[in-house]
């Protein structure tokens, strides 16, 4: 079990010309989720995609806590794609909200700001779907697995969901004790409480541009949200994609990445 302070996280890169986009994914996510987006961006940007504590490849830790992880990103960045410079994030739901304390706590490393179907306020509705989600993955007897068709046929009953068992199956890894979760489910499941709320960042304002995108399918943005947004970030300019639903990114690809590149490229407010 790792400290947040000694923590390394775990990064992946696409591109190598270009200015650097650093993506920070969702709960049950890793930085691959990204890795379409960061392909299609090429050859203007160049991309990192983290591993956030207790997903993908990176270390578990002892609690979820906002400021801690945005404060393991910053260190992340400060020894890499922002050691010249601050950079552009973009943060989809949970790493949405880590990339909204990180550019509170630690504006210095971030150029402007992407926030992708999030608000900084208290999630309405999701956290009852992503504990039986929790629940679900945790309930396969990953002894009795073998192959991953086998966790999928597991998971059909309780997920009949096709494209969200496909996404959650990405985190399903085989080691030399055999098949394993890679998120941190017990701590992730006991913690959705703190990982639904946001944390009070005193009299921070982020001053820099910030894109808010917006699924038309989804409630996790809602007006009521809109002066909390604009209180924190005072530069923010919203756009709602209307075909998406909570994973904005991998249900409508090609729109969000027009948004994104238009955003990333534009030089002034």
């Not at 994609?241 to 990333?264: D, K, Y």
Request: no cysteine; net charge negative; charged share 25%.
């Amino acid at each position: 079990m790792a400290d947040f302070r000694t923590s390394t996280l775990h990064t992946t890169r696409v591109g190598d010309d270009g200015e650097p986009v650093v993506f920070l994914h969702g709960l049950f996510g890793r930085g691959k989720n990204f890795t379409r987006i960061a392909k299609d961006l090429q050859p203007d940007f160049r991309s990192l995609l983290v591993d956030l504590p207790n997903h993908g490849a990176s270390e578990w830790t002892d609690r979820v806590d906002y400021e801690q992880m945005a404060d393991s990103v910053a260190e992340t960045l400060r020894n890499d794609v922002a050691s010249g410079g601050p950079v552009a994030v973009v943060g989809h739901s949970l790493g949405g909200k880590v990339a909204m304390v990180l550019a509170l706590r630690h504006p210095e490393l971030v150029s402007r700001l992407v926030v992708v179907d999030i608000a900084p306020a208290r999630a309405g509705g999701g956290e009852g779907e992503f504990a039986h989600l929790l629940d679900s993955l945790a309930a396969v007897d990953l002894t009795a697995v073998e192959r991953r068709s086998d966790a999928d046929e597991a998971l059909r009953e309780p997920i009949p969901q096709d494209t969200t068992r496909s996404f959650l199956l990405q985190n399903l890894r085989r080691g030399e004790e055999g098949l394993s979760w890679e998120p941190n489910l017990e701590l992730l499941r006991s913690s959705l409480d703190s990982i639904g709320g946001f944390p009070d960042t005193g009299d921070a304002v982020y001053e820099g541009p910030v894109l808010w995108v917006a699924g038309g399918r989804s409630d996790y943005v809602r007006d009521e949200h809109a002066p909390v947004m604009r209180g924190l970030f005072p530069r923010t300019h919203l756009v709602t994609i209307r075909e998406a639903g909570h994973w904005v990114h991998s249900q409508e690809p090609e729109t969000f990445v027009e948004v994104l590149r238009q955003f990333l490229a534009h030089t002034g407010d």
